[in-house]
């Protein structure tokens, strides 16, 4: 599982956009949680994900649906610089962490423990999941090879170990 910084752009007027938004990811988060901040017209997520970071940012295009005017998304390692409050890096970057919940972060619950109440967000979720793998160009199995032969299977995506699965059965 990578780690991913999200940086949005765009008027925030209300928190309910924030928190649109931070539903929107939810389905692509394999971390414990999701962590964001924001300030000012700007929002910034912190999550763990097994879906490759162009694959991200096709969905992230796709889902704007003018929520926000731009946003930069980058992997997130040990040579990122970043410069805040001690205890907004403590926050931010923990994603283990699911106990502090002080306002500036969401936890969210496992799709099999939420209540029927959501269903429709799911709905919608998964309505823009499914836009995005139409869109997307499935690899063909020497393309698979190729990835594995130049940069390892471990560099594989878990929607490409799927398809190297589904090739095996064939």
Do not use: R, W
Request: glycine letters at 4%.
């Amino acid at each position: 599982m990578k780690k991913y910084l999200l940086t949005i752009f765009g008027d925030f007027k209300t928190n309910l956009v924030c928190n649109e938004i931070a539903l929107a990811l939810t389905q692509l988060v394999d971390s414990p949680s999701l962590k964001f901040q924001y300030t000012k017209g700007v929002l910034i997520f912190h999550f763990g994900s097994e879906i490759d970071i162009k694959d991200l940012h096709e969905f992230l295009e796709l889902t704007s649906y003018e929520l926000y005017d731009s946003f930069i998304l980058s992997e997130y390692t040990d040579k990122v610089s970043v410069f805040m409050s001690e205890e907004n890096k403590k926050h931010l970057f923990n994603l283990e962490n699911t106990e502090d919940n002080d306002g500036i972060e969401m936890v969210f619950v496992p799709k099999d423990q939420q209540d029927q109440e959501e269903e429709y967000d799911d709905d919608f979720v998964a309505l823009l999941l499914n836009e995005v793998k139409k869109n997307l160009k499935t690899p063909t199995l020497d393309q698979l090879l190729d990835k594995i032969k130049s940069e390892g299977v471990e560099s594989l995506t878990q929607y490409e170990m799927g398809l190297l699965e589904s090739h095996s059965k064939n």
